[in-house]
């Protein structure tokens, strides 16, 4: 059995991320996304509602039965090892993410020897996604279509508004 952890912030996730999710799939005969603790974000979304978004956010898709959600705020390194999991996915869209999603990888693997890090492309219409992006749209009230799954957009505009409405100067 061939296992895969696909590990992010997904605050929230994004059709980018959806994607990912989809090609791993396929991939692998299991895939668990798992949302994680990222000490260089703060979060829109607690861990609890950003698996729940990611949850309906898959409702919509095909081809991803062999995918489960999870969340964990240990290490990466750990987790994947207490799941038998033998690879990483990431998705990579661009070159300036490579860097550091490198030396992840290299971390990873000296954490839990044997433990390989797959990165996937974005594809191009996707590369410009990230869930900063999104909140950024959210906050000028841009239409989130082709930016999240139809599922979840109003969830992501109405928490973008609260968190506005509690900091507008
Ligand atoms: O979507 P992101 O924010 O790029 O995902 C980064 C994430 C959450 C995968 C990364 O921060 C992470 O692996 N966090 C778990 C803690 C960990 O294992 N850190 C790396 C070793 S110091």
Redesign the pocket.
């Known amino acids: 059995m061939r296992i895969a952890v696909y590990?992010?912030?997904f605050d929230p996730p994004t059709l980018g991320h959806l994607d990912i999710i989809r090609r791993a799939a396929a991939q692998f005969d299991r895939v668990i996304v798992c949302v994680?603790?990222?000490s260089e974000?703060s979060g829109l979304f607690t861990p609890a509602e950003r698996v729940d978004l990611l949850r309906r956010s898959l409702a919509e898709q095909e081809g991803v039965d062999n995918v489960t959600v999870d969340r964990d705020s240990g290490?990466?390194?750990d987790y994947a090892r207490r799941v038998g999991a033998s690879c990483l996915v990431k998705g990579l869209r661009r070159v300036a993410d490579f860097e550091s999603e490198m030396q992840?990888a290299d971390?990873n693997r000296s954490l839990a020897p044997g433990l390989d890090t797959l990165f996937l492309t974005a594809r191009p219409e996707l590369a410009f996604l990230s869930s900063t992006i999104v909140k950024e749209l959210a906050r000028y009230r841009v239409d989130l279509k082709g930016a999240v799954a139809d599922a979840i957009e109003r969830d992501v505009q109405a928490r973008v508004g609260e968190r506005l409405a509690q900091t507008q100067i």
Do not use: H, R
């Open positions: 590990p992010g912030s994680m603790f990222n974000k290490l990466l390194a992840m971390i």
